[in-house]
């Protein structure tokens, strides 16, 4: 199944080669995923015991009433979506901004967040999340004419894989807690920039330090001490492999989705990390 969403570093089109990289029992107990982001490789494996998590508590509070409240949520995707049609196309952008800013100001675990926050993803420019200083989304309008289908087959299975899964707001290292041996974590965090060097050290991006990307080196060693298997994906630099020098590493080449600039689209390679 496709994600729901459309999300910065989404790994669909890389799901299959980064679940060949799995240990063959991955599945055996409880799967980790600590920066869920669009969940493509959760939705496409649909553990039978899992453990998701992110720090974007309204991307948390949609997942949750994906898998508690589906009907409901999609009668309020469906109505924004018919009121989104129905608006004369010099309207088009005053409803996207209305609707962001209902969004901005409803709570971060209401229903009206989690269908405010798919129509956005799809109303929005290249379908980016990006918050201002004070936390509200601020990207703008896409242009779109015509809301795009709404998937219900990709709902009804996500509200499946959900049905098995604890989802919860959590640093990445909290998360893996309760991680016990012979479970298995896949670790998605935000990239170190490919320009960045390593004399760069004050290097920041969504809010994800140089030192977090250390705390996340130290844990997969951590984790291989507890005998809890653990892949992580990260950007191809020499930065990167020095931090995560302690664990195994290998290169994939992946599409480069987000720019979007044509010259910044083609293939990229990336680092596929692990501690065993
Ligand atoms: C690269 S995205 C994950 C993409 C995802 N694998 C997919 O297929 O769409 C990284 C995610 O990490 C989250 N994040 C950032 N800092 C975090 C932290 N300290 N702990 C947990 N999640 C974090 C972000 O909110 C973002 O959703």
Known sequence: MKPLLKWAGGKRHIADILISSFPKDWNKQTYFEPFIGGAALFFQLSPSSAI????????????????????????????????????PDDSKKRYFLEIREQYNSSDVDSLESASKLFALNKLCFNGLYRENSKGGFNVPFGQKKKFPNIEFDDFKNANLALQNAEVKVSDFET??????????????????????????????????????????????????????????????????????????????????????????????NELVISNY
């Open 52 to 87: 998701i998590s992110d720090v974007n508590k309204r991307l948390i509070g949609f997942y949750k009433h994906v898998r508690e409240d589906l009907d409901e949520l999609l009668n309020e995707i469906r109505d924004i979506s018919i009121e989104f049609d129905n608006c």
């Open 175 to 268: 998360t893996v807690k309760s991680a016990k041996s012979g479970d298995f974590v896949y670790f998605d965090p935000p990239y170190i920039p490919i320009d960045a060097t390593s004399s760069f050290t004050s290097y920041h991006a969504d809010g994800f330090s140089l030192d977090d990307q250390k705390r996340l080196a130290a844990l997969l060693v951590e984790l291989k001490n507890r005998n809890i298997k653990a892949l992580c994906s990260n950007s191809d630099t020499e930065l990167t492999r020095g931090i995560y020098s302690e664990s195994n590493m290998k290169v994939i080449q992946a599409p480069r989705m987000v720019s979007a600039k044509s010259s910044g689209r083609g293939l990229i």
